[in-house]
């Protein structure tokens, strides 16, 4: 099928925003700037009053908990996970997330975003609601242990083994949930695997300071030296949060490249802190951001995050050009790409794989037009978006689902909620 988004305005790789035409042919952009000859579009998107960009890439979530936004609300971390979520997460069966998961989709869908990397706890729910309605996403099994660590990490491969080759937009890495809650022993085994499979990791980081406090108690050192020690720090390895890194910490992420991705909206909403974006751009790490999951942040909108990341650290530095619009752009397109493994995918040139948003920028909060990029990161709001493709193929057509029955989802999520006395 081909696609010709024509005379629209289009975030480019340079990060300048140009108007030029954009072809695609099956799941890859075939040209930007003139149409090749020969190409047949069998949809045209005219350009007026729309805005391209690189599909969103949400670097750090929780799909499945989107049913419990706001339901532990304004709790302390310790509280929150250990007195709220968790209990929750008992009672949820296999098919409750994959109705949450589904939910967590469409949203994500309809404010831009077409990838994310996910810690699940259930397989054949977070594979099986990307596969049908079309999303892209890295799927992490939840690993801690060693108490039923073993078990994870069967349920991982057996989920792992089932999908190879089935469908390119569901890929798998290997997610130790935390230094807190997997032994060093386990740590060692997950980063023995996952270089024995060539997988990617993705982990919880000095996320708070509970979790600092109690590895230098334990360990003698903080959680980014422990990790290091097990072999978990890397190329691909994704971190998430980061919050309580020191100088030394930073310098080691960016010694083995790792990716470091930071949460901003969450980590404030539980009182967790701010992590040292900053330091750590200056520091060469590749930055991506998060949403984490909708229980904690609650909502799973990058737009968002994108506002959040760039004020936050002018306003805790006192420099105003702490993180520029079009380093948080960034974060959000090719720097989340590339954190979750996702070659071709983050920007829009030839070649490049067709995931794709489309805003309508014909909003009064969007004028003047006299700086469109900064515009997006300190005034869109995620509900300009009219259209969204994933592989060369749209999940959102003139604003509206495609893939996904809204009424079904809305009406099973509900259904479980109240069960779990949540509603």
């Not at 609300?73 to 929750?88: Q, R, T």
């Not at 594979?127 to 049908?132: M, Q, T, V």
């Amino acid at each position: 099928m081909g696609v010709l988004f024509r005379g629209i305005l289009a975030l480019l790789p340079d990060m300048t925003i140009r108007e030029t035409d954009v072809c695609v042919e099956g799941n890859r952009i075939a040209a930007v700037g003139e149409v090749p000859a020969g190409f047949h579009a069998d949809t045209v998107v005219e350009g007026k009053d729309r805005l391209l960009l690189p599909g969103l890439v949400n670097a750090h979530t929780h799909t499945y908990m989107t049913m419990f936004r706001g339901c532990a609300d304004d709790l302390p971390f310790a509280e929150w996970l250990n007195g709220h979520i968790d209990p929750l997460e008992a009672q949820m069966t296999a098919e409750d997330c994959y109705w949450s998961t589904l939910l967590g989709n469409m949203e994500m869908i309809l404010n831009g975003t077409t990838a994310s990397i996910d810690m699940f706890i259930y397989t054949e729910t977070a594979s099986r609601a990307a596969e049908e309605c079309g999303f892209r996403t890295v799927l992490t099994r939840g690993l801690t242990g060693p108490e039923g660590g073993e078990r994870r990490l069967n349920e991982f491969f057996g989920e792992y083994e089932a999908w190879k080759g089935r469908c390119s937009r569901v890929t798998f890495a290997l997610g130790p949930h935390a230094p807190y809650s997997c032994s060093e022993e386990y740590l060692r085994q997950v980063a023995d695997l996952a270089r024995e499979k060539d997988l990617g990791l993705h982990i919880h980081i000095s996320e708070s300071k509970f979790e600092q406090n109690l590895i230098r108690q334990q360990y003698g050192c903080t959680p980014a030296e422990l990790l290091d020690k097990c072999g978990i720090l890397g190329p691909k390895t994704l971190a998430a949060h980061g919050v309580y890194l020191d100088e030394a910490d930073i310098a080691l992420l960016a010694e083995r490249g790792v990716s470091v991705v930071t949460n901003p909206v969450s980590n404030l909403k539980l009182g967790n802190g701010i992590a040292p974006v900053p330091k750590l751009l200056e520091a060469g790490v590749n930055v991506a951001l998060g949403t984490d999951g909708a229980a904690s942040n609650n909502a799973l909108n990058l737009f968002r995050e994108l506002s959040f990341v760039t004020l936050l650290h002018k306003g805790v530095t006192g420099d105003t050009t702490a993180v520029p619009a079009a380093e948080a752009l960034k974060m959000a397109t090719v720097n989340g790409a590339k954190a979750l493994g996702l070659a071709g995918c983050g920007e829009i040139k030839a070649g490049a794989v067709a995931d794709l948003t489309v805003l309508d920028i014909d909003k009064p909060w969007l004028r003047p037009r006299c700086d469109l990029l900064s515009s997006l990161v300190y005034c869109a709001r995620g509900d300009e978006v009219t259209d969204v493709m994933v592989d060369g193929r749209f999940l959102l057509r003139k604003g509206e689902l495609t893939t996904i029955d809204r009424e079904r989802v809305l009406f099973e999520v509900d259904k479980t909620c109240k069960r779990l006395g949540l509603l």
